[in-house]
């Protein structure tokens, strides 16, 4: 998928967020890093088309992407989402939050999605979790129904934002795990993250946002081992100076 994009900027209150971003390359697992505060979320949600810019524009695959709400609701419906908390829905077990959003928003009937919902959490090692609630999940298993409701519909793209931010670390790989797996098979994704490692070894390119510009933008094993602004160079050498 090659995601394009023109001079992209985005203010709140007056507040620059994002500066003259510009980008267009072909996108297969690509990790967004960078400080707090730099716009990485900004940036993907943009891309997600669940905000817009305040100027520029943006294509996929050589087609614009319409900024009006209407077009905007069924571009999203193509992408694939995955947050910082899951949002799941508390009342509804780890079946119903994949399937219902199949019947809700794809048209799909009640077997169809219940069976997509059934093999997608089997894949993903939740086969005896299907009746559980989250309250009853850890917080692994949640981010795991989150990412199987997140691939239900076959997105073409899937985006994730920071999804092990508020994990302990045995849950956190336990998410990046299956991302990588997801990966290895092909899924499209551009995943907001502080886990250099997962960056370095799992995604193929690497973006660097730092004050609201995109400085570098590579191969990974390039950014990591030769970065080639003074900005990347600090950040890497901050995270990993407490690293084993």
Request: proline share 4%; hydrophobic share 45%.
């Amino acid at each position: 998928m090659r995601i394009s994009l023109d001079h992209l900027c985005k203010s709140f209150d007056g507040v620059e967020v994002l500066r003259d971003i510009t980008f267009d390359e072909e996108v297969s697992a690509l990790a967004i890093i960078g400080p707090s505060g730099g716009g990485k979320s900004t940036l993907l949600r943009i891309i997600g088309g669940l905000e817009t810019p305040t100027s520029g524009a943006m294509a996929v695959d050589g087609s614009p992407v319409s900024l009006d709400e209407t077009s905007l609701r069924a571009y999203r419906a193509t992408l694939g989402f995955v947050f910082q908390d899951g949002g799941l829905f508390h009342h509804m077990t780890a079946l119903e939050n994949v399937a219902l959003p199949l019947q809700v928003v794809h048209g799909a009937s009640s077997d169809e999605a219940d069976d997509r919902a059934r093999e997608l959490l089997a894949r993903l090692g939740l086969e005896d979790s299907l009746a559980k609630r989250p309250a009853q999940l850890s917080g692994g298993q949640k981010q795991r129904v989150a990412i199987a409701r997140a691939l239900a519909a076959r997105p073409r793209l899937l985006l994730l934002d920071e999804p092990t931010s508020a994990l302990d670390p045995e849950f956190t790989t336990e998410v990046l795990d299956v991302v990588r797996d997801l990966a290895e098979v092909g899924t499209r994704f551009i995943i907001v993250t502080h886990e250099m490692g997962f960056a370095r070894h799992a995604c193929d390119h690497v973006a660097f946002l730092y004050g609201g510009r995109l400085l570098e933008y590579g191969a990974a094993a390039r950014l990591f081992d030769h970065p080639e602004t003074p900005e990347l160079t600090r950040f890497l050498s901050r995270l990993l100076e407490w690293s084993m």
